[in-house]
Nanobody, 120 residues
Framework: QAQLVESGGGLVQAGGSLRLSCAAS????????MGWFRRAPGKEREFVAA????????SYADSVKGRFTISRDNAKNMVYLQMNSLKPEDTAVYYC?????????????WGQGTQVTVSS
């Protein structure tokens, strides 16, 4: 089972950028779909972006399309989320998740999260 550790969160002004990283341990990373989710204060966890095990399939929530980019480096067991043009409504705890090779929206392993705060 992969363990997931997120990093790269912080405080940024609206319009700024952050790059989140997720380091995965375990031998199954290259065969795992990977996703990013977020939970804002008082809200349910929501899907942000996902990338398939080989990188051929990518999906974004409508709210981040055109601003966020997900990528992965299977040689380094890393997945990234580049976040540009950040808005105050992007403020949330961001979680990295790992799943199987099938459904891009089903995940069973989660990191502990990294806080992103966007000031107006």
């Amino acid at each position: 089972q992969a363990q997931l550790v997120e990093s790269g969160g912080g405080l940024v002004q609206a319009g700024g950028s952050l790059r989140l990283s997720c380091a995965a341990s375990g031998r199954t990373f290259s065969s795992s779909n990977m996703g990013w989710f977020r939970r804002a204060p008082g809200k349910e966890r929501e899907f942000v972006a996902a990338i398939s095990w080989g990188g051929a399939r990518i999906s974004y929530a409508d709210s981040v399309k055109g601003r966020f980019t997900i990528s992965r480096d299977n040689a380094k067991n890393m997945v990234y989320l580049q976040m540009n043009s950040l808005k105050p409504e992007d403020t949330a705890v961001y979680y990295c998740a790992a799943g199987g090779r099938g459904n891009l929206y089903e995940y069973d392993r989660w990191g502990q999260g990294t806080q992103v705060t966007v000031s107006s």
